[in-house]
């Protein structure tokens, strides 16, 4: 059984930065495609980045490109989002997330991941 732990949530003004983190223990999950969902307050659980096993693929929403920036440590078995630049339409619930069946092809699809955090609180406030 695979647990996912977030952190690094937070209140932060509009314009900062909130660095999250995501501590898998249970297996190792070095090999496999990781990802970060948001939601929303009213709204749809969405995709908001995703990492291959190396580190070199990676995916990115494009309300995020270009302010968050994902990176994995396989041999702390953590996966990060730097988020920059944050708006207040970036205010969600943040969720780690694990997809066994992919080691590089990253999905954007909620239903495909197979292990979930709890999820963290990001409020940014104008």
């Known amino acids: 059984q695979v647990q996912l732990v977030e952190s690094g949530g937070g209140s932060v003004q509009a314009g900062g930065s909130l660095r999250l983190s995501c501590a898998a223990s249970g297996r190792t999950v070095s090999w496999y495609v990781m990802g970060w969902f948001r939601q929303g307050p009213g709204k749809e659980r969405e995709f908001v980045s995703g990492?291959?096993?190396?580190?070199?693929?990676?995916a990115y929403a494009d309300s995020v490109k270009g302010r968050f920036t994902i990176s994995r440590d396989n041999a702390k078995n953590i996966v990060y989002l730097q988020m920059n630049s944050l708006k207040p339409e970036d205010t969600a619930v943040y969720y780690c997330?694990?997809?066994?069946?992919?080691?590089?092809?990253?999905?954007?699809?909620?239903?495909?991941?197979?292990?979930w955090g709890k999820g963290t609180l990001v409020t940014v406030s104008s």
């Open positions: 997330a694990l997809d066994l069946k992919h080691s590089d092809s990253i999905s954007r699809y909620y239903g495909d991941m197979d292990y």
């Open positions: 990492i291959g096993w190396t580190g070199g693929n990676t």
